[in-house]
Nanobody
Framework: QVQLVESGGGSVQAGGSLRLSCAYSGPRYSRSCIVWFRQKAGKEREGVAAISAPGNTYYADSVKGRFALSQDNAKNTLTLQMTSLKDEDSAMYYC??????????????????????WGQGTQVTVTS
C-alpha cells in the first residue's frame, strides 16, 4: 500500500523560507518518481518539483533557483526546501506517487494523469 504524508506548511512573509516534508512508503514502482504539486484556490494543480530514482530532480520554471529537493532514502522522506517565497507560492502543497513505474522523462513531465497516490496536503501561505 502506498502512503504519503506531508508536513511543514505554514505562514511566512514574502522573502522567507519554509521546508516541506513528504514521508512515503510503498512498493518500488511508487518510488520511481515522487512529485510535489500545488493547488491554488480555483486553479488546477500544477507540478512544482519532481525526483526520479536514483535522485535526479526537475523543477518548474516558476520555482527554479528558489526551491530544492532532497531525499533521505533511509527515512523514506522527500524534503522541499522553499526559499525567497513569493505571494504566488501560496497554495496547498501535495506530494504524489505514480500508479506505475515512471522513467525520468515521464516523471519530469509531471502529467496530471500519472498520479494515483496523494498525501493529504499541507498549506503554505506567503504574506506581504
Amino acid at each position: 500500500q502506498v502512503q504519503l504524508v506531508e508536513s511543514g506548511g505554514g505562514s511566512v512573509q514574502a522573502g522567507g523560507s519554509l521546508r516541506l516534508s513528504c514521508a512515503y512508503s510503498g512498493p518500488r514502482y511508487s518510488r520511481s518518481c515522487i512529485v510535489w504539486f500545488r493547488q491554488k484556490a480555483g486553479k488546477e494543480r500544477e507540478g512544482v518539483a519532481a525526483i526520479s530514482a536514483p535522485g535526479n530532480t526537475y523543477y518548474a520554471d516558476s520555482v527554479k533557483g528558489r526551491f530544492a529537493l532532497s531525499q533521505d532514502n533511509a527515512k523514506n522522506t522527500l524534503t522541499l526546501q522553499m526559499t525567497s517565497l513569493k505571494d504566488e507560492d501560496s497554495a496547498m502543497y501535495y506530494c504524489a506517487a505514480p500508479r506505475t513505474y515512471l522513467s525520468a522523462d515521464q516523471c519530469f513531465r509531471m502529467s496530471p494523469t500519472d498520479w494515483a497516490y496523494w498525501g493529504q496536503g499541507t498549506q503554505v501561505t506567503v504574506t506581504s
